[in-house]
């Protein structure tokens, strides 16, 4: 049984950047892709980005594609996103998800974080 935990969300003003943290125990965290979602308030949970187990390839939503960043550290059983240029509309509990391979479906995830809440307000 793998278990993620979040850390990294907060207030920050439109312009600005977050660096979401997602830790992984319990479980070989390099066998895992792993995955980030999103889901506003009254919004389905949609998918920002993913990446394979050994980080060479990488998927964005269109949405985030040029400001977000996954990244992940297999030595310390740790995957990221680095969030800049963030937007009011990036505003949500932010999510990290493992399962076998990459996907952008939530439905095909093993495993959930609690998330952690971003919210861009001025």
């Known amino acids: 049984q793998v278990q993620l935990v979040e850390s990294g969300g907060g207030l920050v003003q439109p312009g600005g950047s977050l660096r979401l943290s997602c830790a992984a125990s319990g479980g070989t965290f390099s066998s895992y892709a792993m995955e980030w979602f999103r889901q506003a308030p009254g919004k389905e949970r949609e998918f920002v980005a993913a990446?394979?187990?050994?980080?060479?390839?990488?998927i964005y939503a269109d949405s985030v594609k040029g400001r977000f960043t996954i990244s992940r550290d297999n030595a310390k059983n740790t995957v990221y996103l680095q969030m800049n240029s963030l937007k009011p509309e990036d505003t949500a509990v932010y999510y990290c998800?493992?399962?076998?391979?990459?996907?952008?479906?939530?439905?095909?995830?093993?495993?959930w974080g609690k998330g952690t809440l971003v919210t861009v307000s001025s």
């Open positions: 998800a493992a399962n076998g391979r990459v996907s952008t479906m939530a439905n095909y995830m093993n495993y």
């Open positions: 990446i394979s187990r050994s980080a060479e390839s990488t």
